[in-house]
């Protein structure tokens, strides 16, 4: 039987099994909470870099609220324009909010308004503080009403161990040692890394070789050449 292929990529799942918590340990306790409608807070904006997990973050919390029963959703804006729609939820995350549009920021600014005054939730991220983010004045102050938190990244010992992890989640048995070596002399990013961690396994299982140390070194020399 053909072994599938590891899908490091897939949008699923998303819950805060999942997440690497690292240096984000109050900002990860604040969205539980939150979900758990066990915080009276209820505006929280997320910034960092691309790669740090707040879209995992803002997911997560949608995931666990919607367990819990809350009519809760998760909307991106860098896909979809943010519309009047997104009103009447008891939580609602926006991510992206940097792909804003004029319009659309006097919706989100509309939005926490109506969240705030109902005693509703809501989650924002973007990748700067939100003093600094390019957007309306008033929106911008609206953004950081409540809880502010930056997501750092991890540290390379623990982005080894989540390579692992989530590749033997997906029935992918690799070897820590390959894991570190791949933190330490490819790119740092942990989307790329588990990108790259992806087309391994896919030559892995192609080649019917295991996804060892010196299969790895191979297979990166012969892409950086050019051959198949």
Known sequence: MKQLALDLQLPEPFDFDDFLIGPNLEAFLALKALSDRESSEGCIYLWGKATVGKSHLLRATVTRALAGGLFARYWDAAQSPLEEAAHGYELLAVDHVDALTAEEQIVLFGLINAQREAGRAIVTAGPLPPAKMPLRHDLTTRLGWGLVFEIGEPADEDKAILLRHRARARGCDI?????????????????????LLDKLDLAALAAGRPLTLPFVRETLQNIELGQP
């Not at 390959?178 to 990108?195: E, K, P, Y």
């Open 175 to 195: 070897d820590e040692t390959v894991c570190r070596w791949l933190v330490t002399h490819r790119s740092r990013d942990l989307g790329s890394l588990t990108a």
